[in-house]
């Protein structure tokens, strides 16, 4: 038997056994890192140099783009090394870092996925009063509540999580460090706190998506009133980009945590938690990019710049 001050390291679940499969699943992973990098630092830098796009819903939308940037470089560079190193080890502080980055990071974005709802409500069901209800100070404020949100979740189940006596070996049942694999491995009775306060989150976290889909019945309900066809055409063109994330962030992370024990085996366990960790944040700007005309058109105006600069130094 052993205890949490007695280990030192972890084993996360590896993806395969033979050192053909570990290479295969190095190289998708990569490809899949390399995209997300690709795509949300495009919706990064576009943003932030589009002057035309300075605008709160691309404001919530760059902060969501770095949200995805620091989620997957948190899980996926170690499951990597893991594979190419032919290993399953991480150390103890490592996977504290990890379940606290992953914690918050999670948390964060599903806070500004709210708000981005909220934008969405208060541009079509409110635009009169869109100027002031989403007022450049009251944007950053949101933002910084969501950030702010998500550090302090990360904090205090982090520190709850690993304060705990861990007596049923150092095996976690996933390919990267989580709350409820590390509670497996406790021993005590003290783990019932933290599994309270993760129903708690739970129920705040369905309020939050009461609150999204209070919000699309009274968007959809608006935008089938509009009589202009380009105007429908429009309001649609940027809601269901983010109804389309919002899905598939909270349908797989509710299977994921919600599932009853009776489906739990490890490989599905895997396969879900590649959903909901590692497949967001490489399809969200895909997602937001391709029904969005004024992003294409921004993209298209600075890469062209971008491109003109470069011929220019070398002729």
């Not at 948390?107 to 450049?136: F, N, Q, W």
């Not at 944007?139 to 007596?167: D, E, I, R």
């Not at 590692?278 to 600075?302: C, G, H, T």
Request: neutral net charge.
């Amino acid at each position: 038997m052993s205890n949490s001050s007695s280990i030192t390291e972890f084993l996360l679940l590896a993806f395969a056994d033979t050192r053909q499969l570990q290479l295969l699943h190095f190289w998708l992973f990569l490809g899949i890192y390399l995209a997300a990098l690709l795509g949300n630092g495009l919706i990064i830098t576009t943003v932030a140099c589009g002057h035309r796009l300075h605008t709160p819903m691309y404001f919530f939308l760059l902060n969501l783009s770095l949200l995805d940037l620091g989620s997957i470089s948190t899980t996926v560079p170690q499951s990597m090394a893991n594979s190419l190193w032919d290993t399953r080890a991480i150390s103890y502080w490592e996977c504290a870092a990890q379940v606290f980055f992953f914690t918050f990071l999670f948390v964060a974005e599903y806070c500004i996925l709210t708000i981005m709802a909220y934008d969405r409500y208060v541009a079509i069901c409110k635009p009169l009063h869109y100027g002031t209800l989403l007022g450049s100070r009251a944007c950053v404020h949101m933002a910084a509540a969501a950030w702010a949100s998500g550090f302090l979740y990360a904090v205090l189940h982090t520190a709850n999580t690993f304060s705990l006596p861990l007596c049923k070996g150092n095996a976690v049942d996933q390919f990267f460090c989580e709350i409820p694999q590390i509670l497996k491995l406790s021993c005590s009775r003290s783990y019932l706190t933290e599994v309270g306060l993760l129903v708690l989150s739970a129920c705040l976290a369905f309020g939050c998506f009461v609150f999204i889909l209070f919000s699309y019945v009274q968007i959809f309900r608006a935008v089938l009133r509009i009589p202009s066809e380009q105007g429908c055409h429009k309001a649609f063109s940027t809601c269901l980009p983010h109804l389309a994330v919002v899905s598939l962030f909270v349908s797989t992370a509710a299977f994921a945590y919600l599932k009853p024990p009776s489906l739990t085996s490890p490989s599905l366990d895997l396969v879900v938690a590649v959903l909901y960790a590692v497949v967001p944040p490489a399809v969200n700007p895909l997602l937001y990019s391709m029904r969005n005309q004024e992003l294409k058109d921004a993209l298209w105006k600075i890469t062209n710049g971008c491109l003109s600069e470069a011929i220019n130094c070398l002729f």
